[in-house]
């Protein structure tokens, strides 16, 4: 499903966020991406869904090499991939409903059948009777979870989350992990870069480690520290 | 289908309520534009009507070159064919010595006599020249003068003609700097414009590209609020054309009857077409260069 073969990114500034990086994901697993800040897990999302370019290795998304997509082909891809940050980043003027069918507007996807997708997403995420509020009258697991719904809503078949509950409280982070597990069982392969060490030791899932842009760990049902 | 059209109605629609939310700057922009269009079009009016009145003075003026006796007749025919092909040169007429007599008899009635005193005629044969664009005049005169055994002297109303023709190079030169200084500085402001808007709008555009929407999708507000600037603009300017040239038009034509005044109403219509499209071209391309350079998608 995701494939990463030989991949090394220099940043301008002379920075290896990523040193000779190979791993495998395969469809439906679900994936701890964790090391220290700086270890190169941000650089790594972003080579998945083309938001940077490595300067040399490959970056392989359902059997396409997305380092050699034309500029034109970009979108598609990211159709393929929901994407969750730390920040959310929703849109502040939009409700919840409104940021959710952006997704399918911004693509010309948004019909009567496609409506209906974003009623079962907010329901998944439990939002049907916050539709209607804008993401200030909302707390940090609301707006994530809003931020969920919009990432699964064309039912994406990667879900990629970087540090999802950095800004959430424990219970709250809880709750979202629970809502990626739904998700992954539903048949979304999920990969998380996090800090959470109480998390990782909890799900025992696959856990992959960078340090200093190199994999020193892959482990199934591994814990934070190895 | 039904995807394209629902995203050509997101994309008229986010244009148009960008331009509301920054409609303080589509005002800016929309005035100044239309501002530089009506200069614009002055200049090309004031450009076309002197262009008019140098060649109506042209029609008038002739250089007639006084041919001497002895000039072969066969030269003289083959000079008046090769000035024929000449461009700007309109009619080119062989006035015989005794055309001259008579045109001279007819015209100095009361003298006649001291011609006919003479025995022979003393009179020489002409070549006239009725010219189209008087800008070829001084050369034309230049060169037949050094055909010295064909002609003897070359006769030319240069001085308002050359007043007229460096009038109207310098009108020129002034508009073609004018209009290029006045297309960049709309450019400039639609293009500046559209950044702040793009500026405005930049977290929108982010999670836009993170979604998978297309570069059309992102980029088409922006464009076509660009073009409606230069459209609505342009409308206004041709308006304001339109309503200056029914005020004026009358009072110029009654003032200087006398001279072709670029005021017809087919030139009108003509300019205010042109506007519309100059504001439409400018207004794109000064959004087009703007979404190229601040949104790197």
């Not at chain 2, 006239?128 to 003897?152: N, Q, S, Y």
């Not at chain 2, 023709?165 to 960049?184: K, P, Y």
């Amino acid at each position: 499903m995701i494939v990463l073969q030989n991949v090394t990114k220099v940043y301008p500034s002379g920075t290896v966020a990523l040193d000779d990086v190979s791993l495998q994901i395969d469809e439906r697993e679900f994936v701890f991406l964790v090391g220290p800040s700086g270890a190169g897990k941000t650089t790594l999302i972003r080579l998945i869904n083309r938001d940077a370019r490595p300067d040399s290795g490959s970056v392989f998304v359902e059997n396409t090499d997305v380092t050699r997509l034309p500029r034109r082909e970009v979108p598609k891809l990211r159709r393929r991939v929901g994407m969750i940050y730390q920040d959310y980043k929703l849109l502040p003027t939009f409700t919840v409903r409104q940021n959710v069918e952006f997704v399918l507007k911004s693509t010309g996807e948004f019909n009567g059948r496609t409506a209906r997708w974003v009623d079962e997403a907010l329901d998944l995420v439990q939002l049907s009777d916050r539709a209607d509020h804008h993401p200030h009258e909302l707390s940090g697991g609301e707006q994530q979870r809003t931020a969920i719904a919009r990432a699964i809503v064309r039912r994406c078949p990667i879900l990629v989350a970087d540090e999802p509950t950095g800004n959430l409280d424990h219970a709250t982070s809880w709750d979202t992990i629970q809502l990626l597990v739904r998700i992954n069982a539903l048949g979304a392969t999920v990969l998380m870069a996090t800090h959470n060490r109480e998390i990782v030791n909890t799900m025992r899932r696959r856990v992959i480690e960078i340090a200093n842009g190199k994999v020193v760990r892959d482990e199934l049902g591994g814990g934070y520290d190895g | 289908m039904t995807a394209k059209l629902n995203v050509l109605r997101y994309v008229l629609g986010a244009a148009m309520l960008g331009l509301w939310r920054n409609r303080t700057m589509t005002l800016g922009a929309v005035v100044t534009t239309a501002v530089m269009l009506v200069t614009l079009a002055a200049f090309l009016a004031i450009n076309d009507t002197l262009n008019e009145m140098v060649t109506a003075l042209g029609r008038k003026s002739n250089l007639i070159a006084y041919v001497r006796d002895d000039a072969r007749p066969s030269r003289v025919t083959e000079i008046m064919q090769d000035l024929e092909q000449r461009p700007g040169v309109g009619e080119v007429l062989f006035v015989t010595k005794e055309d001259a007599l008579r045109i001279f008899r007819e015209r100095f009635f009361d003298q006649r006599d001291v011609i006919d005193i003479l025995q022979a005629n003393p009179l020489p044969a002409s070549v006239e020249l009725r010219m189209d664009d008087p800008a070829v005049l001084p050369g034309l005169a230049d060169e037949l003068r050094g055909m010295t055994e064909v002609f003897e002297s070359v006769a030319v109303p240069l001085d308002v003609v050359e007043r007229l023709v460096s009038i109207s190079n310098v009108s020129r030169a002034a508009g073609t700097a004018m209009i290029i200084a006045l297309t960049a500085v709309a450019l400039f402001v639609i293009a500046n414009t559209i950044r702040i808007a793009v500026y405005a709008r930049r977290q929108e555009i982010e999670i836009m590209k993170l979604v998978g929407a297309t570069d059309w999708f992102v980029r088409g507000p922006f464009i076509i609020e660009g073009a409606f600037i230069g459209l609505v603009g342009a409308t206004l300017a041709a308006v304001a054309l339109v309503v200056i040239y029914l005020q004026l038009a009358p009072t110029i034509t009654r003032i200087i009857s006398f001279l072709p005044i670029a005021t017809d109403v087919s030139f009108v219509r003509n300019l205010a077409v042109f506007i519309v499209l100059v504001g439409l071209v400018v207004g794109s391309i000064g959004s087009y260069v703007s979404v190229r350079r601040y949104l790197a998608v």
